[in-house]
């Protein structure tokens, strides 16, 4: 045997060694289940599955928070993108979750329908249309869809401008984001707080146009939170860990290529990377778990009816930075806490 056949036939060896150690590696991999809305922050979980090591994740799209939470707390799923409120209103009610990362905040904006003529950020101008309207008997009809984020940013936000949205307007709930174009176009509603890439589609479409950014208030622009059950924690602990370093290769990957984020917005929704590339505007990739806005958060929820207990001590409790520790190699007061 010649040299050169002996180092071919020890390439060839060492290679189909490599591959059966990494077909087996691929197979020993625990699998979980992620579920994911339909927003523009919330799509780029799609890419979670190819940026995992050491864990092998399906990716479920939803159509909204709501849907996701659902399939969390019924264990169809093991974690979940969902959002500061899913998380609050689910300890609210008793539910089984815990808090592990961050991944992307904002998204969130009010857009104002054709028939409505007011300025950017002109809260005097809303609060006299208000008026107005109630008086004729014709209360301005407010949407957005209630229990996602951009409920409780609008929500605060009127507050803090001495809006009653229980009271001075009338409240319509949209559950689906993706309605929301067609219901303000149809004159079905007035004033909408919706999520991109829709608020975004809507601006570039003429169907409606830019009021404000709802964050003056306790949740400041904070939006998507990673969450998973103590189930899930205690039975696949390395596999949650792994979960949580592909949600931050996500968020590192965002901020720095925002290529991927337009094409798979693209991808799920069907819209112009034009309309993806402007909602991107109105977003920020963030892996960090923010525990003070986080109790603010459900203050804020009680003082609006949101909720009906005192859910601060459970918020607290149930942040989990464990693994954003392990992943970025930080300590949590680096991390939110």
């Known amino acids: 045997m010649t040299f050169r056949s002996l180092t071919l036939t020890t390439v060839t060896a060492a290679f189909l060694a490599f591959s059966a150690a990494a077909t087996a590696q691929a197979a020993d991999a625990e699998k979980l289940k992620l579920g994911f809305a339909k927003c523009a922050h919330c799509l780029p979980m799609a890419l979670t599955p190819e940026l995992a090591k050491g864990v092998e994740i399906e990716a479920i799209n939803f159509n909204s928070g709501n849907d996701v939470l659902t399939a969390l707390v019924s264990k169809s799923i093991d974690m979940a993108q969902v959002t500061y409120l899913h998380y609050i209103t689910a300890l609210d009610k008793g539910f089984d979750v815990v808090a592990v990362s961050g991944q992307v905040n904002g998204g969130s904006e009010i857009v104002v329908g054709k028939g409505i003529t007011l300025k950017a950020d002109d809260w005097d101008g809303l609060k006299k249309l208000i008026a107005e309207r109630k008086e004729k008997g014709e209360p301005l009809r407010v949407a957005a869809s209630r229990g996602n984020a951009q409920d409780i940013h609008m929500r605060g936000a009127f507050q803090k401008h001495g809006i009653n949205v229980n009271k001075d307007v009338q409240f319509i709930n949209i559950p689906n984001p993706s309605d929301h174009a ?6 079905e509603v007035d004033v909408i707080c919706t999520v991109e890439p829709f608020a975004s589609q809507i601006r570039q479409t003429g169907v409606g146009t830019h009021f404000a950014l709802p964050y003056d208030q306790a949740a ?3 939006t998507n939170l990673i969450v998973t059950r103590s189930d899930v924690i205690k039975d696949h602990p390395k596999a949650v860990e792994a979960t949580v370093g ?12 925002q290529t991927v984020w337009v094409d798979v917005i693209n991808k799920y929704t069907g819209m112009d990377k034009a309309v993806a590339t402007e909602a ?3 977003a920020s990739p963030d892996y960090a778990i923010h525990k003070d806005s986080t109790l603010a958060i459900a203050t804020m929820m009680r003082e609006l009816k949101y909720i009906s207990n005192d859910v601060t001590a459970a918020a607290e409790k149930n942040l989990d930075y464990t693994f954003l520790e392990a992943v970025t190699k930080k300590p949590k007061s680096e991390l939110g806490f």
């Open 246 to 257: 592909s949600v931050v290769a996500l968020v590192d990957k965002l901020k720095s290529d």
């Open 220 to 222: 400041g622009n904070l």
């Open 280 to 282: 991107l505007k109105n």
């Open 182 to 187: 067609a219901a303000l176009q149809r004159g």
